[in-house]
Every structure is written in C-alpha cells, then in structure tokens.
T-cell receptor, first 114, second 118 residues
Framework: AQSVTQPDIHITVSEGASLELRCNYSYGATPYLFWYVQSPGQGLQLLLKYFSGDTLVQGIKGFEAEFKRSQSSFNLRKPSVHWSDAAEYFCAVSIGLGTYKYIFGTGTRLKVLA | GAVVSQHPSRVICKSGTSVKIECRSL??????MFWYRQFPKQSLMLMAT?????????EQGVEKDKFLINHASLTLSTLTVTSAHPEDSSFYIC??????????????FGEGSRLTVL
C-alpha cells in the first residue's frame, strides 16, 4: 500500500538557519508530490508541488523541494528560516491523475528560535 | 488560486445532537470534494469523497450513517455529524479539485472546522 513517511516529528532551528524536512514515500510509480503548511487551527496552504520535469521545485515563501526517484524522497528545504515559518508541515502524495486521493505524512512540527 | 471556505470554523455541541459543516468552493465549481479528519497533533485522515449529484464514497472504517455527506450543488458539500459524541471531537477539513485548466491533480483546502462535543 502507498505510504508517506516524515521521519521527524519535531524540528527546532534558529532563525536564519537552513532547514530541511524529510519526506519519503512508498509507491510503485512516480506519484504527484506536495508539501503543505498548516498554521495552528488553520487549513492547509500549498507550498509547492511536483508532477514531472525538473526535479528541483521552487515554491512560495522561499521554499524548495527536490524529488529523488532513487531514494523515493521529496525533501523540503529553505536556506534561511524566518520566525513566521513556525508551523506544521505535511508531505502528501497523490497516486496520479484522476484520483485526487492524497495520502498525507504524519507531519513535522517546526519550531523557530529567535 | 481557487478558494475553498468552510463554515463554521468552530462549533461546540452537546452529546447526542447533530452538527452540519459546510464546504464551499467560492470561485470555481467542484464536482468532487474530499473530507478529512485530523486528530490533535496527527495527520489528516481521508474520510470520504463527496461527488456532486451522487452518493459519497467512504473510506474503510468510516461510518457512513454517522458522517452524512451531501453534495447537492457544484459549489457546496456538507458533512453532518449525527448523534455526536465526545469522541467525534476533531478538526474536520474539506478540499476540492478545480478542474479548470485541465486535470492538475491539485486540491485546494478549506480552513477547517473544529468540532467539540461536550
């Protein structure tokens, strides 16, 4: 069965430091990949997505993610974290056009130290 | 981008009562919407797929008689939690696909509705 793993439940970084959030998926083919951010008590905002093509994807708020097929990974990165980035981050996969059924990872809660 | 709105954002009810949560696509038509449930500090669990004009498709383990879904129009899906109990307390999030411009595979999410059953 398809699954998404976010190994880090909590991550704490200092403001201005770089960030990498890990995401691994299990699926036979290349899925559609997404990163969402959720602020407390809020819905989900799309940061970026990968469908095909260039494996390095740029998103909003200075985030980027790289799809590595050999590692079944889609890690999220940001070179310099801002205090406002503190939130919950979810990696999700969709197993293809027409399904729209997302499988979410368990999320990584990011804390930013001033 | 496409906007999905949920109402109410917070609701408190007594045990045994029913609660309706609305999910609206504000600037597009959504033939398909999805309902998720999120437990505290956990991920989103897909409950059901809401199809305009037809019955919803429920995920395994989700009680269809407990969680009634109606998708009567192209812009509105409702989730009714019937005979609510404290264990139904949760954060419910809907999402919708925007088929304009082709099949992008992308979903747009509402702000979520927090249900507390006393």
């Amino acid at each position: 069965a398809q699954s998404v793993t976010q190994p880090d439940i909590h991550i704490t970084v200092s403001e201005g430091a770089s960030l990498e959030l890990r995401c691994n998926y299990s699926y036979g083919a290349t899925p559609y990949l997404f990163w969402y951010v959720q602020s407390p008590g809020q819905g989900l905002q799309l940061l970026l997505k990968y469908f095909s093509g260039d494996t390095l994807v740029q998103g909003i708020k200075g985030f980027e993610a790289e799809f590595k097929r050999s590692q079944s990974s889609f890690n999220l990165r940001k070179p310099s974290v801002h205090w406002s980035d503190a939130a919950e981050y979810f990696c999700a996969v969709s197993i293809g056009l027409g399904t729209y059924k997302y499988i979410f990872g368990t999320g990584t809660r990011l804390k930013v130290l001033a | 981008g496409a906007v999905v709105s949920q109402h109410p954002s917070r609701v408190i009810c007594k045990s045994g009562t029913s609660v309706k949560i609305e999910c609206r696509s504000l600037d597009f038509q959504a033939t398909t919407m999805f309902w998720y449930r999120q437990f505290p500090k956990q991920s989103l669990m897909l409950m059901a797929t809401s199809n305009e004009g037809s019955k919803a498709t429920y995920e395994q383990g989700v009680e269809k008689d407990k969680f009634l879904i109606n998708h009567a129009s192209l812009t509105l899906s409702t989730l009714t939690v019937t005979s609510a109990h404290p264990e139904d307390s949760s954060f419910y999030i809907c999402s919708a696909r925007d088929s304009r411009g082709g099949d992008t595979g992308e979903l747009f999410f509402g702000e979520g509705s927090r249900l507390t059953v006393l």
